[in-house]
């Protein structure tokens, strides 16, 4: 495996044995001398076209734990606010030798001509391209539902999971849904029918728009965020009636099943798809999912740049 | 692939080093040792229980797994990490023994010896291995050796143990003809 452009890139033994990796480097996070020398003197570009808080900070604290060389690149205050294209940013990159680029554009499929294109030689790894996929969020999301619910199993067997919310323009619901069914867990998306994508019956969910009736069965709830900035038409009334039938507020919360665990992939509209006093509760992960997030891409980084020098498969 | 070491050759090989750690060391006041995984760690418990059984005094056993301090790590497809579970009293001045099944170029142990680096500062490091079939790379030496193993390059050398493999041998033979 080269690239990690999509959750259907991974079978669902490589995808565990990320989470295993993950597991492990976990440790070293928590030790007071956090860095190992397995990337030492490799290049990672964060190319970042799109805004974006914790996947960048994640990505580059967790290659600099691994010893690698981090170049961020925002759009703006580059030349890709001067009109630059993708291509000749890419081919600028390569020129500096970069190893690795961890990509979030604006446009779907960015990550995946990137990586096809012959414009650069190194891994691309995709941190989330317009509505279509964000894997590495998955993979976080799914280690966090396996260290809060599985007890020491491997997969997601048994659980049931509601995505609730801005399906539509959602690439963490897209590569959550792939992921987590891939591992065994029953998915429910749950949204107005405005937010729900064309073509929503072909994804392996079960789908609802009726929030209430799903909470008592669930063991986790993500909710997501409410995307203004993708939005140009209505999708729904107002605010409140959109919190009133899809937020997460403590009367539903006292719903949810004893062990059950709230997330959200952040950043949150407190008020809008989640109330404030929800996302600081006892049961909300929302704060460990950052946490766990530079565990998960450690994990990548290390799957994905060990084992550059041969060719794929050319060892058992 | 022929039989090298039976499992009462293991045994004895074990007993001895149990009693050389010993020796060298005046004792088990100091000791922690440290398997590397996975059949070292093993190996780390067998040794834990028997010295346990000498000085009836239990001596902390952990494991340190090396791959994130390989100098191979582009060579080869990504390896799964094993746990490292260091004993909870540290390795801060004590007498840390790493112990590995077999004892081969020395690259494992050169990592071992960063990866020991960064949790914390021995007193002393030593190292016990089960076989030493030679072919060594680096400056590195064992200071107890279940068994010197004169092999070729082309000969592979296989342990097998019970908690892993049901049975318990050591097996050498040509490369790739299992």
């Not at chain 1, 979030?104 to 995709?126: C, E, F, P």
């Not at chain 1, 994508?197 to 063991?219: C, K, M, R, T």
């Not at chain 2, 995984?37 to 001596?59: F, N, Y």
Request: aromatic content about 4%; glycine content about 8%.
């Amino acid at each position: 495996m080269k690239h990690l452009l999509s959750i259907n890139d991974l079978n669902e033994s490589e995808a565990i044995a990320i989470l295993d990796t993950a597991t492990e480097l976990a440790r070293v996070s928590d030790a007071p001398m956090k860095k190992l020398p397995t990337l030492r003197g490799r290049t990672i570009v964060n190319l970042f076209a799109e805004d974006s808080t914790r996947t960048r900070i994640s990505f580059e604290a967790a290659a600099k734990r691994l010893s690698a060389d981090v170049i961020n690149f925002s759009a703006k205050g580059s030349s890709v606010s001067k009109g630059e294209s993708l291509k000749d940013t890419a081919q600028t990159l390569q020129a500096m030798g970069a190893d690795a680029v961890i990509i979030r554009h604006q446009a779907s499929g960015a990550a995946h001509r990137l990586a096809t294109s012959k414009w650069m030689s190194g891994t691309v790894i995709n941190a989330g391209d317009g509505t279509h996929e964000h894997p590495s969020q998955a993979l976080l999301d799914a280690y966090t539902l396996r260290k809060h619910l599985m007890q020491g199993a491997k997969n997601l067997q048994g659980l049931h999971v509601a995505i609730v919310g801005d399906i539509l323009h959602s690439r963490v619901a897209r590569s959550n849904v792939l992921l987590l069914s891939k591992l065994g867990a029953t998915v429910s998306v749950v949204a107005p029918p405005t937010l729900l994508p064309v073509g929503i019956e072909s994804w392996n969910a079960n789908v609802s728009y009726d929030f209430d009736e799903l909470i008592p069965n669930v063991d986790a709830i993500m909710m997501l965020r409410v995307q203004s900035e993708r939005m140009s038409e209505l999708y729904f009334p107002n605010a409140r009636e959109y919190s009133r039938y899809f937020g997460l507020n403590s009367d539903r919360v006292k719903r949810m099943k004893k062990e059950s665990i709230i997330m959200h992939p952040g950043p949150m509209n407190r008020g809008l798809e989640i109330t404030a006093d929800v996302a600081d509760s006892a049961r909300s992960v929302i704060i460990e999912q950052v946490s766990n997030g530079v565990s998960v891409r450690m994990a990548i980084l290390y799957t994905l740049l060990t084992g550059e020098g041969i060719e794929s498969g050319a060892l058992a | 692939m022929s039989v090298a070491l039976t499992s009462a050759d293991i045994a004895r090989a074990l007993t001895r080093i149990s009693h050389e750690i010993l020796e060298r060391n005046g004792g088990s006041n100091n000791l922690v040792l440290l398997g590397i995984p996975t059949r070292g760690a093993h190996l780390a418990h067998r040794i834990g229980t028997i010295i346990q059984s000498i000085e009836s005094k239990a001596v902390p056993v952990g494991t340190l797994d090396i791959t994130l301090h390989r100098d191979d790590l582009r060579l080869r497809p990504p390896r799964a990490l094993m746990p490292t579970k260091i004993p909870t009293a540290g390795i801060e001045g004590k007498d840390v023994v790493l112990i590995d099944d077999v004892f081969f170029s020395g690259r494992t142990i050169r990592a071992a010896l960063d990866a020991l680096g960064e949790i914390g500062r021995p007193r002393t490091v030593q190292l016990a291995v089960l076989v030493d079939r030679g072919h060594r790379e680096l400056p590195i030496r064992a200071d107890y050796v279940g068994k010197n193993l004169p092999t070729s390059l082309d000969q592979s050398v296989k342990v097998h143990l019970t908690e892993i493999d049901s049975v318990d041998e050591v097996l050498i033979g040509i490369a790739g003809n299992s």
